[in-house]
């Protein structure tokens, strides 16, 4: 479960949550609910050891779930059913599938929306991944690692190899959407792999 979640019915609130479940209600609608027995809602009769009369108590219900009554006053009731370890464990699994698949979703959203939509949106974008990857690359080249660095001749070749990419991505011809238009597929048939320019 992702999140808490709430529902009414006549007479009674529920609220489920990762631990468990809380029915607030009146005594009468919470005892034909099914889940409560009349005599837990029964207060009055002890007390703390300051003499204050006990409105809250906790048992164990027949299938496990431990149960909290809570007295609210004017003839309401609280009763908070906690889940066992092993329904406890199954509702953290459940969250974590829920979160992770939530998380997939806006992933797979936010790819969507940042696909390009327009030739000039993908040229942009293909620079873009240019421009990062010779930013990484130089500075690699550049600074070297373990120290190991390349010459200077090797940096300006590289520093070139960007250009000639950057200008190719401004420039180059692109191959439509339609499938049999796509450069492997061209290949595998052996077809022509020029495409009209852009």
Not at 14 to 26: A, D, E, P, Q, V
Not at 30 to 54: C, H, I, P
Not at 161 to 172: D, E, I, S
Not at 185 to 192: A, H, Q, S, T
Request: net charge positive; with cysteine; charged share 35%.
């Amino acid at each position: 479960m992702a999140k808490n979640e709430r529902s009414t019915r006549p007479g009674i609130e529920r609220t489920t949550s990762y631990w468990g479940y809380c029915l607030t209600g009146t005594g009468d609608a919470l005892a034909q609910s099914g889940e409560v027995q009349r005599d837990w809602l029964s207060f009055g009769f002890d007390k703390d050891d300051r003499g204050r009369t006990v409105r809250t108590r906790t048992l164990t219900r027949i299938d496990r779930r431990q149960v909290t009554i809570k007295d609210i006053g004017r003839g309401r009731f609280d009763v908070r059913v906690f889940f066992t370890a092993e329904e406890a464990d199954q509702q953290r699994r459940l969250h974590e599938e829920s979160v992770r698949r939530e998380a997939e979703e806006r992933y797979e959203q936010g790819r969507k929306e940042r696909e390009p939509k327009t030739q000039v949106e993908f040229r942009a974008r293909a620079e873009e991944i240019v421009e990062f990857a010779f930013r990484y690359i130089l500075h690699y080249v550049g600074q070297g690692e373990g120290g190991f660095r390349f010459d200077t001749a090797t940096a300006e070749e590289c520093a070139k190899a960007r250009m000639v990419l950057v200008g190719a991505v401004k420039h180059g011809r692109l191959i439509d959407d339609r499938k049999e238009q796509r450069p492997a597929l061209r290949l595998i048939r052996c077809g022509d792999m020029s495409a009209p320019a852009a």
